[in-house]
């Protein structure tokens, strides 16, 4: 039983979640992106999970100018939804990863960083992007997914690229579901993920069990971590993330030094939403030096 009566609003969460797993990504170009010798796709087969999946890597103005130089890396989920409006869930609606990456990195505000999107694999994203299952929904192969990033698909993009390859230099994030595993994987592996996004995160999943693990985890972990909601994405999911907020306060993060929340007004559960709260993101977890 849930704990709070669904609204309107966050049966909409809620299926958002439900429909996103068959979502199916389409082919083309967007304005020219793929031609742009700074962005990547490459075919990611794994031993450990099923389904290959695409993997696109968008690399910052710097890396072919400053060939000695090394970067931070930041891992996202639901990669087909970052840059490219033909294989967006809602064709046309992307974060805008890499303009919003351009434009700061430019402009001196934030640190140049790697972008890597891994892509959902459809009806086996819920599955992968929850830690525990759930009796009702299933899921709760989140241990097997961080395995995939942490022993096959990190070692192949620090083989690949000049990244840093340290904690310090590694964020992962993600939104609703990928807001969850982010969380998760970085309380499970602070020695692998220093730095975290965790974007309108789905906290009520199998009765707010990720609680547990962030309360209880020992010692606590050195994460940075940007923790959002929109307004308007329903009541009890407003207070699931002030609730996440003030635990993580309570076990001595710092407001805006360690941890950034972010309470977006009117904002909804969908890729616009994000694509408006990425730039902060960006300024946050990778601050210009």
Known sequence: MELFPPSSSDAAFESFERESESATPGDGDADGLRSNPRYRVHAFHSEILPDDRAVSVYLPPQYEEQEER???????????????????????????????????????????????????????????????RDFKMGGGEGAKYGRLLIEELKPMIDGLYRTMPGAGGTALGGSSLGGLISLYLGFERPDVFGRLAVMSPSLWWDHRSIFGLVERREPRPELKIWLDIGTAEGGRHVRDAETLEKMLIRRGWRSEVDLAFVEAEGAVHDESAWSARFGDVLRFLFPAN
């Open 70 to 132: 090394r970067f931070p890396v930041f891992y996202l989920h639901d990669g087909q939804n970052l840059f490219d409006g033909h294989t967006s869930y809602i064709a046309g609606r992307t974060w805008n990863a890499h303009t919003t990456a351009d434009r700061l990195t430019l402009e001196g505000e934030m640190e140049p960083v790697i972008l890597v999107g891994v892509a959902n694999t459809g009806l086996r994203r819920m599955a992968e992007y929850t830690p525990t």
